[in-house]
């Protein structure tokens, strides 16, 4: 497996794995459940990786029931160790970070590639500071002077990604309406524009923009991003957000249309060079206005 920091993406790792050995051992959960002597429900929640799996079970009783090779032990081990561990951010309370979208952070924190379409704003993972505050300050959630700077800071950290060693491959897709709709001051307009022209430097960010010439396009149900693992067969994970919570999706026919969605979308985009002349052009506009 290629190396991931993400406890999330190692537990995503090792339940994959476990469904394909047991499949290809012709077993079934229950079968392994008397196997370790537990419920059926504590095999899906380890299969579906809602919980660790535990060492001690790995070792003296998973491994010898699939005939995993004594060899490849370590690999697997390795794993689940590093499966409990803590990601930075669960540090976080759930003020700032609640359960269901703690889940995707940790994803995202170990994503090989993030494909996103936006239709309203910024993605978190390209907005400046003051574009975020201005985010924050117009939630309708209820937050104090500190968990607003906490709730910035947060989405700052979550910037990190791309300080690993091997950062994941982002493309994003914008709808014309993210560079207008004003967020903030004027200047926090310029320096987010700015940002996005300049994050494109980076040869693994491409920034497109499907401008309101356009017409009627596939992104218009609404935003969403695409998640890839490092890692063989695994068909990736779709996000989608609402107001109080988010739908994880993973069947293949899920993964398939948003996949064909993002392929049109990208085909009625401007190229990228296109694009970042908009962005840069409307940011001049925001510079303009202001005198």
Aim: charged fraction near 25%; include cysteine.
């Amino acid at each position: 497996m290629t190396e991931t920091s993400s406890p999330t993406v190692w537990r995503r790792w090792l339940a994959f794995e476990l469904v394909r050995l047991r499949r290809e051992n012709g077993l079934e959960q229950k079968d392994v459940a008397k196997a370790l002597r537990c419920t059926k429900a504590k095999v899906s929640y380890i299969e579906t990786a809602e919980r660790p799996v535990v060492l001690r079970d790995l070792e003296e009783v998973l491994l010898p029931l699939y005939g995993v090779p004594e060899e490849r032990w370590p690999t697997y081990l390795e794993a689940a160790s590093n499966s409990r561990r803590k990601g930075w951010w669960e540090s976080y309370g759930s003020e700032t970070l609640p359960d269901w979208f703690s889940l995707f952070v940790g994803l995202e924190q170990g994503a090989s590639r993030i494909r996103t379409y936006e239709a309203q704003l910024v993605p978190g993972l390209l907005q400046t500071s003051d574009y975020a505050n201005a985010l924050l300050r117009r939630s309708t959630m209820e937050r104090s002077e500190h968990e607003l700077e906490t709730s910035a800071r947060f989405r700052m950290s979550r910037q990190s990604v791309f300080g690993r060693e091997n950062p994941p491959r982002l493309w994003a897709i914008l709808d014309e309406a993210v560079l207008r709709r004003l967020v903030g001051s004027r200047e926090t307009m310029r320096f987010q524009l700015e940002r996005l022209a300049n994050a494109t430097r980076d040869p693994k960010i491409t920034i497109q923009v499907v401008p309101f010439a356009t017409g009627a396009h596939p992104g218009m149900t609404g935003p969403f991003t695409m998640l890839g693992f490092p890692w063989e067969h695994d068909p990736g994970v779709v996000f989608l957000e609402y107001r109080s919570g988010a739908l994880y999706l993973e069947e293949a026919h899920a993964i398939e249309s948003h996949t064909v969605a993002f392929e049109h979308l990208c085909a009625l985009a401007l190229p990228p060079d296109e694009s970042i002349s908009m962005i840069r052009t409307i940011a001049k506009e925001f510079s303009d206005d202001e005198h």
